[in-house]
């Protein structure tokens, strides 16, 4: 697995023997012949004029950052099979173009993953795509979280070859297909045609500053999370009527770590990912970020999800209340 992860705030100064690190996505020497021109670099530092920041700010972003890095979290297959199987079941393929040689072609299709987390697609043979992958099967798929809002947030490429599916699989596929979108009352139309990507190539990006990929053998060997199919429900509920709970347990996690909003985008076995605002310690600018809220055991179904939440918060109104 290969990944690029950094938990931070919004930019901030690091001392000198803690810089963040520059990660160099492709490198070349200048003696060596170019074919192409040089890719830019991922850098995650600030790029602006160093400014100190207040000492207890900097012990509570250091305690931060410590925090996250120890939270447990899914694998990134794991992540990333749960992303496509619990997604709205819409996303966007890229084709080449027959019509206009050279350029992609880009269509928003609908799909549902088959047991192995491959999509299956059933388009009519009028689609442009469907002529595209019909002359070239290589394609891509990238399906976003079903929660996805904007860049803080989850999305997947898959690449592969999209190729007509055979007669004995097409009951299977029928059901799976179904399933994710019960009301596909076309699917049995005579010009509609069978479709499945075999994947050969995975790039995901969760986040800022948190992207990697995983191989197609562990993508199929990954299973979704269970959790995450109801998670946004129990997310939903506490953001409406239980944020305050939700600040407290972030506190008694992370103490110093004051926030003034917090709703939960996400919740799965071990925990839940949680959208932030604050203001810093001699600040006046806010901040919104994104954390990890671990859990303080595995959660194995909805009843127990409930039970570990208020086993959190129980703790946050002792610790609380122990502080005052």
Request: charged fraction near 25%; aromatic fraction near 8%.
């Amino acid at each position: 697995v290969m990944s690029l992860q950094v938990a931070a705030f919004a930019p901030v100064v690091v001392p000198q023997h803690k810089q963040p690190m520059t990660t160099r996505l492709h490198a070349e020497k200048d003696d060596e012949p170019k074919k192409s021109p040089k890719a830019p670099t991922h850098d995650v530092r600030n790029a602006g004029p160093a400014m100190e920041i207040d000492p207890e700010e900097a012990k509570i972003q250091a305690a931060f950052a410590e925090h996250q890095q120890e939270a447990p979290k899914l694998g990134w297959a794991t992540d990333i099979r749960t992303l496509v199987e619990y997604n709205h079941g819409f996303a966007v393929m890229s084709t080449n173009s027959k019509s206009d040689p050279g350029f992609p072609g880009g269509s928003v299709v609908g799909f549902a993953p088959d047991a192995e987390g491959r999509p299956l697609f059933v388009f009519s043979g009028m689609s442009t795509h469907t002529q595209d992958i019909l002359a070239d099967p290589k394609c891509s798929l990238t399906v976003a979280s079903k929660e996805f809002k904007g860049a803080a947030d989850g999305r997947v490429n898959l690449m592969g070859t999209c190729t007509k599916l055979p007669r004995e699989d097409l009951e299977a596929a029928k059901a799976a297909y179904q399933k994710k979108h019960p009301g596909a009352f076309w699917i049995n139309f005579g010009d509609f045609n069978w479709f499945r990507m075999d994947i050969e190539k995975i790039r995901f990006v969760g986040g800022f500053a948190r992207a990697g990929s995983v191989t197609p053998e562990e993508y199929k060997e990954a299973s979704p999370d269970p959790i995450s199919e109801f998670g946004m429900h129990i997310a939903n509920h506490m953001n409406e009527d239980h944020m305050a709970s939700t600040i407290a347990m972030i506190s008694t996690a992370i103490p110093g770590l004051d926030v003034t909003e917090a709703i939960i985008t996400s919740v799965d076995s071990l925990g839940m990912y949680v959208k932030v605002k604050r203001t810093p310690r001699a600040s006046d600018q806010p901040q919104q970020f994104k954390l990890r809220l671990p859990f303080p055991r595995p959660a194995l179904d909805r009843k127990d999800v409930k039970m570990v939440i208020m086993e959190m918060t129980n703790a946050a109104a002792a610790s609380s209340a122990s502080t005052e």
